[in-house]
Structures are given as C-alpha cells and as structure tokens.
C-alpha cells in the first residue's frame, strides 16, 4: 500500500507563507483525487482543497484566494501552497489519496501561525 508523508509544517507569523509537501512511496499518477484536510484538538477533521485526476480543484471557502493546492505526478507529490496565514489556520494538517474505494492518510504536519 503506498504511504504518505507530510512536511513543510512549522511556526509561522500571521501573513506569512508555507508550503506543504505529501509525498508519496508509490505513483500517484493514478490516484483519483487527492486532497488535504485539518484537525485542532477538540474538533473533526475539515476538508481543505482537493485536486483531481484530470486537474480540476476545490477549496474550502475559508481558504478560497489563499491556498493553492497541486499535483506532480512524475515526483509522487502533492503540495499546498499558503499565503496569507491567520492564526485561524493553526492546526495539523493531513494528506489523503483515494484510489478506488482505498484511501490513505498521512501523518499529519503541524502548521501553527502565530506572532
């Protein structure tokens, strides 16, 4: 089963940037969608962005203009770009991709946004 691994998290003031990094032991040039998702203590797990196979993506409204999210399937990784941080985006954040009705989590990456 082909495992995911996050980096790029990390302390960063409110305004600045970070780039999140999956990467992947396996292909995922067939993977049907692969996204990102967040969790702080206390609370579910929220959808983030998703890129598709075919290229297409979604964000969530709170993130809409700020993240970007992308896909390099000759590296097997996913990246999420965040600009215009707020402490509202502290939290893990985790790589998913779906391949039929299989999907896998990685570990998670802690973003904390703070002055």
Known sequence: QVQLVESGGGLVQPGGSLRLSCAASGSIASANDMGWYRQVPGKQREFVAAVLVGGGTN???SVKGRFTI?????????????????????AVYFCTARWGVN???????????SS
């Open 103 to 113: 999907t896998v989590w990685g570990q998670g990456t802690q973003v904390t946004v």
């Open 70 to 90: 992308s896909r390099d399937n000759a590296k097997s990784t996913m990246y999420l770009q965040m600009n215009s941080l707020t402490p509202a985006d502290t």
């Open 59 to 61: 964000y969530a409204s």
